[in-house]
């Protein structure tokens, strides 16, 4: 079945017949994570480069925030029995949307926030699909660990 | 497999970060040896058996363009595969370091991803696990 | 002797910044000088442009870069990492300029090494007025400018 993961939200599954999907991710990024062994997948669709823009709304919404959010989707990943060393991680978001753009594009800022948690994790990008001005609909299927990313009528697989 | 690494760059934090990526890799070498210039290098290639070698083009006494030019002309030393890691624009050193035979370029500023995807063979990991 | 415009600069010390320390940086909000020791920071390079560029920030920029370099928290970067990381950034930022603004493909550019001293922050105006261009990097301000050589 459909597991739909909503904005500022987290959502993992064990079950080889889910699909873990997200609709109209914009200068949000969807992080996706597979563990092949343990045949785990979780999605987390954060906003916002850093908590540290808003401590409190961070421990009210984790997920609204790179950082807090990939703490909180490892976290549930690890309980369904997912190892982070085994994790292939998967982005796709982080478009300039109309009127946010140049320094402030939120949706570049989003990317490079990623990267560094990933970095200081120890953790490689597999694939990813960011930037560009389309929003993207993307599936996670928790079967295998592929991803389609679904933007302006085209469907390809990631 | 590369079971003997040898990185050559004057930056230890730039050295710091190629061993953690290659520890990312899971690549498990049985030792990585640090130079901070290419005459470091090339001692640290006299005393060791290297089987790879990252090395930086730009660094004070002698550079890794020169490094490579003598590892080439030293029968011990020709077949160690070679990786230059380097800020340096040159067109003209691209080339000559073709000719040189080295097996891959990879320009700074250069991501964990993009480092993996150069070395993961001669690494003995694959480029995109 | 060819010139190199400013954007070429700002954009090159923007993609250094993001790729290998993953920050991304903003316009500043003002132009006062940031507090705490600061450095200095040059390279130069030769050829068919000469010149040299100067990068001034605080100490504690230094030891925030080198974290992000090495994946580690600021705490940990004692002041040789931060000064190594400093020319590091600046050394990618020259190469990127000159490989980005063309100059490169009208022929060969030699890099120096980059060198390194404290920076007395009451020059900070002048610094500034020379032409720099200053960015927020992650709450501490840079400013980075181009010498034209002979």
Redesign the interface.
């Given at each position: 079945m459909n597991i739909t993961v909503n904005v500022s939200d987290v959502r993992v599954s064990a079950n080889s017949e889910d699909v873990i999907v997200t609709y109209a991710l914009g200068s949000c990024i969807g992080v996706c994570l597979f563990d092949p062994l343990a045949g785990v997948a979780g999605m987390l669709h954060y906003q916002l480069?850093t908590s540290t823009m808003d401590a409190a709304r961070a421990i009210e919404r984790p997920a609204m925030f790179a950082d807090t959010g990939m703490a909180l989707l490892l976290q549930q990943m690890e309980s369904l029995g997912a190892l982070k060393q085994r994790l292939h991680v998967k982005l796709a978001g982080g478009a300039a949307m109309l009127g946010d753009s140049g320094?402030?594009n939120i949706g570049?800022?989003n990317h490079?926030?990623i990267?560094?948690i990933l970095?200081?994790h120890?953790?490689?990008?597999?694939?990813e699909d960011v930037g560009g001005n389309a929003p993207r609909t993307i599936y996670l299927t928790v079967a295998d660990g592929v991803l389609t990313i679904k933007s302006g009528g085209i469907a390809k697989a990631a | 497999m590369s079971r003997n690494i040898l990185i050559v760059d004057d930056s230890t934090t730039t050295r710091a970060m190629v061993r953690?990526i290659i520890?990312?890799c899971g690549a498990a070498p049985d030792n990585i040896y640090e130079a901070a210039d290419g005459a470091d290098g090339l001692a640290m290639l006299g005393q060791n058996h290297v089987d790879l070698v990252l090395a930086d083009l730009h660094m004070p006494n002698m550079g890794g363009l020169e490094m490579t030019q003598r590892m080439q002309s030293n029968p011990a030393m020709k077949n160690i595969p070679v990786v230059i890691i380097s800020a340096d624009p040159n067109l003209g050193h691209l080339e000559q370091l073709k000719l040189l035979g080295v097996r891959g370029h990879l320009s700074k500023p250069f991501?964990?991803?993009g480092f993996?995807t150069l070395v993961g063979d001669l690494l003995g990991v694959q480029a995109?696990? | 002797m060819l010139k190199i415009h400013n954007d070429h600069l700002e954009a090159s010390l923007s993609d250094a910044l993001?790729v290998m320390a993953?920050?991304?940086?903003?316009?500043p909000e003002d132009m006062a000088p940031p507090t705490g020791p600061a450095l200095r920071t040059r390279i130069d390079f030769e050829g068919v442009t000469t010149g040299s560029l100067e990068l001034v920030c605080p100490l504690a920029f230094g030891a925030m870069l080198a974290a992000?370099l090495l994946?580690t928290e600021p705490e940990a970067s004692d002041n040789n990492a931060s000064g190594d990381a400093l020319r590091e950034l600046l050394n990618v930022t020259c190469g990127t300029m000159l490989r980005n603004s063309g100059a490169t493909q009208r022929g060969a550019i030699e890099m120096g090494v980059p060198t390194q001293e404290s920076f007395d922050i009451s020059n900070w105006n002048t610094f500034i007025e020379s032409d720099a261009v200053v960015v927020d990097a992650d709450g501490c301000k840079l400013a980075i400018r181009m010498i034209d050589g002979i």
């Open positions: 480069p320094s402030f570049k800022r490079t926030a990267r560094k970095w200081q120890g953790m490689f990008i597999k694939s | 953690r520890t990312m991501t964990p991803e993996r995109n696990a | 993001n993953f920050i991304s940086p903003m316009p992000n994946g």
